[in-house]
């Protein structure tokens, strides 16, 4: 089973920001936060990952709680072709690479003009 | 930035047949490469992990004489559906990631393969 748990669909506006909240209150100390979409028919692509701090790179930023129970995805500005199915999973990192990704249902994103 | 393909697309077959899904990595060089599977309306599931020169390790549940996962080199992994049949019609996705001991390397996907058996 998913140790995450994310809503099930969130609506935004085209060109406001888009914050996705995860909650992943069973997380241990050497689990990374890790953060996925798929839009329709497609692989999921890559947005960003974390330990403990914020990150930022030019998809989105992360922001995570400091006790790491939860943390939120932001897209600054949406845009329609951000509609997809965001997925927060949380995965060891060994030694640099990824272990094994456990996909929950993940949160509909629907971006409206 | 890490590429994987994925090989066919989408493939339509009649039932009993064979259907073998490529992965590749076409920019790193991949120790590791996962097969997921996903249904319709549904999320992925990871069905197993393919390790370059020694045998795949299946999640349970998953027949490995079914699905025979070959990962020859360090840049293709195949997925062969044996003797297919209309319950195995599914969406077919790989990911790779870089070796061990390459900082902060995330699972890279392909664009998935659509599988229908008639």
């Known amino acids: 089973d998913a140790k995450t748990t994310q809503p099930t669909s969130m609506d935004c506006a085209e060109g406001r920001a888009a914050n996705l909240p995860c909650n992943h209150s069973?997380?241990?100390?050497?689990?990374?936060v890790y953060w996925y979409r798929q839009i329709h028919s497609q692989g999921p692509q890559y947005i960003i990952h974390?330990?403990?701090n914020n990150e930022t790179n030019e998809m989105a930023s992360l922001i995570i709680t400091e006790d790491r129970k939860s943390s939120t995805l932001i897209l600054p500005h949406a845009t329609l072709r951000d509609t997809a199915v965001y997925y927060c999973i949380v995965s060891l990192n060994y030694g640099g690479s990824q272990g094994n990704l456990i996909f929950g249902k993940g949160t509909k994103l629907s971006v409206k003009p | 930035g890490a590429v994987v393909s994925q090989h066919p697309s989408w493939v339509i077959c009649k039932s009993g047949t064979s259907v073998k899904i490529e992965c590749r990595s076409l920019?790193?060089?991949?120790?590791?490469m996962f097969w997921y599977r996903q249904f319709p309306k549904q999320s992925l599931m990871l069905m197993a992990t393919?390790?370059?020169?020694?045998?795949?390790?299946?999640e349970q549940g998953v027949e490995k004489d079914k699905f025979l996962i070959n990962h020859a080199s360090l840049t293709l992994s195949t997925l062969t559906v044996t003797s297919a049949h209309p319950e195995d019609s599914s969406f077919y996705i790989c990911?790779?990631?870089?070796?061990?001991?390459?900082?902060?390397?995330?699972?890279?996907f392909g664009d998935g393969t659509r599988l229908s058996i008639l």
């Open positions: 920019d790193f060089q991949a120790t590791t």
């Open positions: 990911s790779a990631s870089r070796p061990i001991g390459v900082r902060n390397q995330p699972q890279h």
């Open positions: 393919s390790n370059e020169g020694s045998k795949a390790t299946y």
């Open positions: 069973t997380i241990s100390g050497n689990e990374y």
């Open positions: 974390g330990l403990k």
